[in-house]
């Protein structure tokens, strides 16, 4: 059994900045993270991110990620455990975790989930078919890997992913048929969507997909506009010839370790699905467990960032390990996350927010 | 209407615009920002103090068209790519455009492009007049287009001809 004064489950941008700050204030820390490498979601931006200085903004994601991921390399006060799966949570305080075929168990003395997301997924008929992929692992196959996911994209959704998305799938070549938001309005940055309509992608708000053509993989879509009931309007279906169907419809909490933990939830849509009730320093109801991130509800990186340095700060500092700067540090993060939120685009959060306070 | 498609309608461009009198002295930045967002690099780039300072970084960026020379650097910071440089006074008959782009390959100097406009909608030719790629615009590259007098508030962005 290893004993750690901090676990962080997930090393993405939440995760990163939490074993940061705590390590600095001079916490032992043991980061966990499924994949081998750190950054998360963070590797697959390669745009410029919005926010403030302090936040890095107009810095590229991927470039963040290498930042922080550096640093938290050469740190010795953590110890980074990758291509490793928390499976499990015990009534003792013990974390189960899978390491390339072995089992290892971790007792910390406070525990910080920041597993972020997952993708939702939307039902019409032939969704199943070879080519119908979630935004993510199209940015994945981009990005990462740089292999093409197919020649023409019709995107569903045009929040800010859906909209990135396709910006990137522009830049890898690939053309855009065109992105349809079954809301009324684009819930992505204008600025986002304005920089794909130069580039000759359209957006269709109030359009759904009624259903994929193909037999063996996906050739086309048939898209349908909505009415304000959100009701498909006879007649005005149209064929999009496509060889992929990119879904960017949301993301949803990836909560389970809480759940298993005992902390009390509750169903937010603003913020994706099931939430932890979480004090304003994000302890869960379970005293020594923290949040951050996506998993604490859906919201963009700079977030992630900002609340990873506040559950990273209060754990350590509940530990009892202080800095001449740990006050104005924490009251400054804060204040960030605060300005983040505070705009008319920060409304949705902010009132999902109001109701998972403890 | 920009929440409905992601164009920006007259009324809002012309908010944003100069007047015709700070055109004719010269290369001037106007920011096609029409959301208030939690975002403030422009302000933070601009070495003349031509961006007013945010008091809420949800503010959206105003420029003293008197302060600003039109040096573009804000452009490659803003990541939006909402930021455009115009020189009117470039020739007789011909407006300069500087475009944020991030595309490959990048155009060459000379190289005729078609320009196309807010909606993505082909203007015609343009010219590219100059290619600024450097480290401290970290991918961002500025492409200078030179484009018929009446296309300068039009032209926004650009199609490489070529097929890569």
Known sequence: MIHTEIAIVG????????????????????????NDYLGGQLIKQTHRFFGSKQQRASERGIDIARELSDEVMANEKIVVMAEATVLGYYEDGV????????????????LIVATGGAEKSLLFPNNDLP????????????????????????????????????????QAGVEVAGIIEAGPKIGAYWVHAAKVVRAGVPIFTRHTIKCAHGEREVTGATIVQLDDNWQQIPGTERLIDADVIC???????????LWQAGCKMTFVPELGGNVPLRSEGLETSVPGIYVAGDVAGIEEASAAMMEGALAGLNSASSLGYTG???????????????????????EKIRKGLAQAAL | MLPLNG???????????????????????????????????????????????????????????????????????????????VDATYSDSEA?????????????????????????????????????????????????????????????????????
């Not at chain 2, 908010?15 to 403030?40: H, W, Y």
């Not at chain 2, 018929?148 to 001809?161: D, G, I, Q, T």
């Open chain 1, 247 to 257: 879904l960017s419809v949301g993301l949803t909490p990836l909560t389970e370790i």
């Open chain 1, 11 to 34: 090393g993405g941008p939440a995760g990163l900045a939490a074993a940061i700050k705590a390590a600095r204030l001079g916490a032992g820390v043991v980061l966990i993270d499924r």
């Open chain 1, 131 to 170: 080519g119908v992929y979630g935004a993510g692992a199209v940015q994945t196959l981009v990005n990462v890997f740089g292999v093409k996911p197919g020649n023409r994209v019709l995107m569903v959704g045009a929040g800010n992913i859906g909209v990135i998305v396709s910006y990137q799938l522009l």
């Open chain 1, 324 to 346: 001449p700067d740990l006050n104005e540090d924490r009251a400054n993060v804060l204040e960030q996350l605060e300005a983040l939120r505070s705009g008319h685009v920060g």
């Open chain 1, 95 to 110: 974390l189960a975790v899978e390491q390339q075929g072995k089992i290892t168990t971790i007792k910390p003395q406070r």
């Open chain 2, 7 to 85: 164009i920006p309608t007259p009324e809002d461009i012309a908010a944003v615009m100069p007047t015709e009198e700070r055109l004719s002295k010269g290369p001037v930045a106007i920011t096609e920002c029409f959301q208030n967002i939690p975002c403030d690099p422009c302000y933070h780039s601009c070495k003349r103090g031509a961006i007013k300072a945010f008091t809420d970084i949800n503010e959206r960026p105003q420029i003293d068209f008197d302060k600003c020379n039109g040096c573009g650097s804000c452009m490659s910071r803003c990541p939006g790519l909402a930021i455009f440089v």
């Open chain 2, 96 to 164: 300069l455009v500087k475009i944020p782009y991030e595309f490959l390959p990048l155009p060459r100097v000379n190289q005729i492009v078609t320009a196309v406009n807010r909606a993505g909608e082909e203007l015609g030719n343009a010219k590219v007049v100059k290619v600024q790629n450097t480290k401290a615009q970290d991918k961002t590259a500025l492409v200078w287009l030179a484009v018929p007098k009446n296309l300068m508030m039009e032209s926004r962005h650009f199609l490489v001809k070529e097929v890569r």
